[in-house]
């Protein structure tokens, strides 16, 4: 365990301005913090080509399929060779939830902590632990770089071997806390035993990238790093509902709501579907949109072109830019909101 601190970002290459967090590596496997190349310390997908696949991003299935986090590899092995690295919290923190039966999700045992130091508060997912202390539980608080877990290959739907065994890590976003009664009303038959702390509510951000940006800024925070992001897509929808994303982070509002007089949304998206900046709208401002909910107003070809993965933008049958399905998928969970 280390500290982001001065020595290892000198190191790297790095300044030290982000060591204010003093956020912890969450494995004995730091090679980032030393500067080494991806081969010392992520784990690339068995079934995948090159070591990208086990970096944030469009990194899967012919690059179709979007990673949402890291995978940091082990260190450390028993005699019968299962994985030993002991993983800890990044930052001081409050349990938000945890899941110790393997076979309830693809992360089989992870646990989920937010941290309210951030500004917005952000949340850190610590997948396919080995196993988890039988004292920590859902709504405790927890330091910096406390014990949490060890590192493991525990998953619900296929087997990960010995030596593959690392720990997924991801920072992002809870998208909503009606995620659970939203995905039942729309598909009655699908398990969820995880409420609204199931990975698909967790949007994520590129952990690394986010690093690099703070420690290079004598003064920045993680609401700089958002909205310092590569436009990819904006969209304006009709619509009076409030979500709770934006009362959970309002850090993430381009300008001050005032309740009662919201009429709808301008929201830009980054490449990887978070929408990371929220604009309300008056009547005048969303009148334009005619008979339709939605109107996707902004769209960055190159970066959608290099970053597939997530389908944010599509094309109707006259050539114009329409909400894709991840796009639309974002707008309906959190707005109640459909296209007409």
Known sequence: MKKFLLAA??????????????IVWPTPNDGFLEGKPYEAYI??????????SGLFGCVRNNQRDLHKGIDIKATQFDW?????????SILPGKIRHINRIARYSGYGRYIVIEHPETSPSILSVYAHLRSIPEDLQK????????????????????????????LHFEVGFQLSNQFAAWQEAQNPLAL???????????????FLDMLTYLSKRETASVKDYLFSQPLAASVKVQTRNIPDFVRRYPELL???????QVSGWQINFTWSGLPY????????????LGPNNMRVVFHNEKILGEHQCN??????????????????????????????
């Not at 970002?9 to 003093?22: N, T, V, W, Y």
């Not at 019968?80 to 800890?88: A, F, K, T």
């Open 192 to 206: 969820n035993h995880n409420d609204n702390w199931d990975p698909a509510n967790i949007v994520g951000i590129d």
């Open 277 to 288: 900046a929220w604009k309300p709208l008056s009547q005048s401002e969303i009148r334009p």
């Open 311 to 340: 389908y944010l933008v599509a094309t109707n049958w006259k050539g114009e830019a329409v909400p894709g399905p991840w796009m639309k998928h974002i707008i309906a969970m959190l707005l109640n909101v459909t296209e007409q």
């Open 254 to 260: 381009a300008k001050p709501m005032s309740e009662g």
């Open 43 to 52: 784990r690339a997908h068995p079934h995948e080509n090159g070591i990208e």
């Open 9 to 22: 970002l000198i190191s790297a290459g790095l300044s030290p301005a982000f060591a204010k967090l003093e």
């Open 139 to 166: 709504g405790h608080t927890v330091r910096k770089g406390q014990f949490i877990g060890v590192l493991g290959r525990s998953t619900a739907n296929r087997t990960i071997a010995k030596r593959d065994a690392h």
């Open 80 to 88: 019968m060779e299962e994985s030993l690295d002991p993983v800890h």
